[in-house]
């Protein structure tokens, strides 16, 4: 495999550097070497790569990802997870700790490392617990999830319901810097809930989330953001009063990111329609005007990151009563074509949109990549803007085919992924694992 | 074949001929047995029921039909055994229809997407109750003729009613007027988006009403800060006979049972001449064998 690559003459998009047109971009030993307006003259040995008509954009990076190894292999592990990953054309997942066994600890992280290291498809980067085991009673380690190499700490899935623990959190974590990432939901405003507490609730006979099931948690995080000095990321934004809040919090130089989840976007509660299982996730879908609001801080900068929370699931989690359904959709293989959906609607430029996608969750992480700058990693995701395509779960690279986006028609698509000057997809194919490259 | 999962999504013109057919089936009219003779209807009750599966019961073997009865209790629920696999044995032995309740909001459309029989739903959680709907409208049509233009004012826990629910689909489909009555905590968000009209206020709406529906308080709500007793329920919401009589003249009064006597009604009430509860009951047979004739012969 060349360690050069000359990408001749795609549209490069990078946020990061206010570069949008056509440019050649020279990659080796694994970094961007130059990007140049005019021809770059093809150096020799050099894979040349003709992008004419294509995107040429930074890797794409997702904050939020459940790759289920250790503990749920049945549903993805990490090679399948990252095989996903760079299907969709991201160069670098966070991989949620709410393991079957918890990652509170340096094994857990040093056996998804070592995991990743072995797929060698993408970039991963393990999240560890707050609380051992995410009971939410005693924290966690999280000097030695840090040394580990964890990027932040979360017990996603989970809120962290006891206010004081999260205070000590937030505080504990300022001498590591790392993101405390929080899933904000009070379990007493939710419990019982299967889907946004609506009219299409009503309609259905189902138990409401109210949105102040997650507002209430998002403005009491933020008040213990404000005294303790901390960072807070606000995982799966998924309604009005919480990006009004942290529109405001930002203003006011409080040091909080938040992501929202393509599906929060692009789908309403009444997608539920006849009790569709693969309509319910935590936080679930909200009303129309909840979506519209999500739309605006996409475009206003409140919202930092396009995070999947790619979650998989077997086909007999979710074909069961909905109050039973297990909550979670796999996103990383229809994230570019949803937020495609809005630039092609004239809500999103796509300057912003790859924003959402590289730099934005980069900055919001503190992680390598997300530009292309001469230095930086040679993480390069390729994109067809033009091509029409129909998801199809079954050709998922996922081992889990739960999305409520099955059959849905989608404008533009990843073609390549190069992870450090690597090609690990082209046009369908995922590339081989590093063991056998 | 046709499914009854719910009202909605039920025409007008649907609904009165089923209600037509239903008078076909009161005592006295001429064997049905021949309908169903030789088939099999499984009664699939995954919640405790005495009213609504034994009147099924008996509506399927008015039209000659076979019964399975099949209960939670004692099956292999107790084992683990998932809601699609229990009805997919049902299904194996071969009946024309499965009537089936469960406690989820939603079960009988999973199993209506995975087995060829017509599903009835006879109550799933609080999501759809239609054939007492069904039975609640022939009784009134018994008494008005048409329910155009007429009020039926519905009071007590609409949140976790699927009562409720099929009666506002119902009543509003057959043209009538449908008024929610009810402390804030048991009325669900955008009940008027699906054609109620709400108030919190028994006593201002009672007197324009040409019907009286009482839903059943269930006691556990007390201590989940919905209601903070029943005590203060009845003041408030209870259909007292100081309340009755503010009623309009040839008002009645109807309760799809079971009775807390004194919460949502007072016996005096029940058991008084405006009370069409009994007739309910009794109506419910006729209407579940049209129900079954139309989604099963």
């Known amino acids: 495999m060349s360690s050069t690559v000359l990408f ?3 549209r490069v998009i990078d946020p990061r550097n206010g570069v949008d047109g056509v440019r050649d971009v020279l990659v080796r030993d694994g970094k961007v070497v130059e990007v140049s307006e005019a021809p770059l003259p093809v150096p020799s040995s050099a894979e040349v790569v003709d992008a004419t008509g294509k995107w040429v954009l930074p890797g794409f990076i997702d904050l939020h990802v459940h790759l289920r190894e250790p503990g749920e292999e049945g549903k993805e592990t990490v090679l399948t997870g990252c095989r996903a990953a760079v299907a969709g054309g991201f160069t670098a997942v966070v991989a949620m700790p709410n393991t079957k066994v918890v990652n509170d600890s340096a094994m857990v992280t040093e056996l998804v490392l070592n995991r990743a290291r072995a797929a060698g498809l993408c970039h991963v980067y393990p999240a560890g617990a707050i609380t051992k085991g995410l009971k939410g009673e005693e924290l966690a380690e999280m000097g030695e999830l840090v040394s580990a190499g964890c990027v932040a700490i979360t017990d996603d899935g989970r809120p962290v319901m006891n206010a004081s623990l999260m205070r000590r959190t937030l505080q504990y974590a300022t001498q590591f810097d790392v993101p405390v990432m929080v899933h904000e939901e009070d379990l007493t405003l939710s419990a019982g809930g299967a889907m946004h507490e609506g009219t299409t609730s009503t309609r259905l006979g189902l138990r409401g989330i109210p949105a102040s099931a997650e507002v209430a948690m998002v403005a009491r995080d933020l008040v213990l953001l404000e ?76 919202v930092d990151a396009i995070a999947t929370d790619h979650a998989p699931h077997g086909v007999l989690d979710k074909q069961v009563e909905f109050e039973k359904g297990i909550n979670g959709i796999v996103g990383l293989e229809t994230a570019l074509g949803l937020t495609l959906e809005l630039v092609h609607a004239g809500v999103l430029t796509a300057n912003r949109a790859v924003e959402l996608l590289t730099h934005g969750p980069a900055k919001a992480f503190g992680l390598p990549g997300g530009h292309l700058a001469p230095g930086a990693p040679a993480d390069v995701t390729v994109v067809d803007p033009d091509v029409e395509w129909t998801v199809d779960a079954h050709q998922f690279h996922s081992r889990s085919r739960n999305t409520p986006f099955h059959g849905r028609q989608q404008k533009g698509r990843v073609i390549q992924t190069w992870v450090t000057g690597h090609k690990v997809f082209d046009t369908g194919q995922v590339g081989q694992s590093k063991e056998s490259r | ?75 292999s629920v107790s084992k683990g055994e998932t809601l699609l696999d229990t ?30 029989c017509a599903v009835i739903n006879a109550g799933d959680g609080t999501h759809e109750h239609p054939s007492q709907a069904l039975l609640d409208a022939f009784t009134l049509r018994q008494r008005w003729g048409s329910l155009d233009g007429r009020t039926v004012l519905i009071v007590g826990d609409v949140l ?39 108030t919190h206020n028994l006593d201002a709406a009672l007197p324009h009403a040409d019907a009286v529906m009482c839903l059943r308080i269930q006691l556990e709500r007390q201590g989940q800060a919905f209601l903070p007793s029943t005590r203060e329920y009845a003041r408030l919401f209870g259909l007292s006979a100081a309340r009755e009589e503010r009623m309009k003249a040839d008002a009645v009064v109807m309760h799809p049972g079971p009775i807390n006597r004194g919460v949502e009604l007072a016996p005096a009430v029940a058991d008084g001449p405006r009370s069409v509860i009994l007739e309910q009951v009794s109506n419910g047979v006729a209407v579940r064998r049209a129900i079954l004739e139309v989604c099963a012969a």
């Open chain 2, 160 to 198: 976790h009613s699927r009562v409720a629910r099929s009666n506002l689909h119902c009543l509003k489909a057959l043209g009538a007027r449908v008024v929610m009555c009810g402390p804030p905590t048991l009325m669900p968000p955008g009940l008027e988006s699906l054609g109620a009209e709400v």
């Open chain 2, 87 to 116: 009805a997919r044995n049902i299904e194996a032995t071969g009946p024309v229809a499965i009537v089936m309740r469960h406690r989820s909001s939603g079960a009988p459309h999973l199993v209506a997407k995975h087995v060829k």
């Open chain 1, 227 to 302: 005294e303790t000095k901390g960072r807070l990321h606000v995982a799966h934004v998924s309604c009005e009063g919480s990006v009004r809040l942290i529109r405001e919090a930002k203003r006011s130089g409080l040091r909080v990111t938040c992501e929202v989840a393509p599906h929060h976007f692009i789908l309403d509660d009444r997608a539920v329609g006849d009790y569709d299982t693969h309509a319910k996730m935590a936080p679930p879908l909200r009303a129309d005007t909840d979506v519209q609001a999500l739309r605006e801080a996409l475009v206003d900068g409140t």
């Open chain 1, 8 to 10: 001749r003459r795609g």
């Open chain 2, 1 to 75: 074949m046709r499914h009854l999962l719910g009202i909605e999504g039920w025409r007008r013109d649907e609904l009165e001929s089923l209600l037509d057919r239903a008078k076909a089936h009161l005592p006295g009219a001429p064997d049905t047995t021949h309908l169903l003779r030789g088939k099999v209807v499984a009664n699939l009750f995954f919640e405790d029921s005495t009213r609504t599966r034994t009147s099924f019961h008996m509506a399927a073997k008015g039209l000659g039909a076979s019964v399975l009865n099949w209960t939670h209790t004692g099956s």
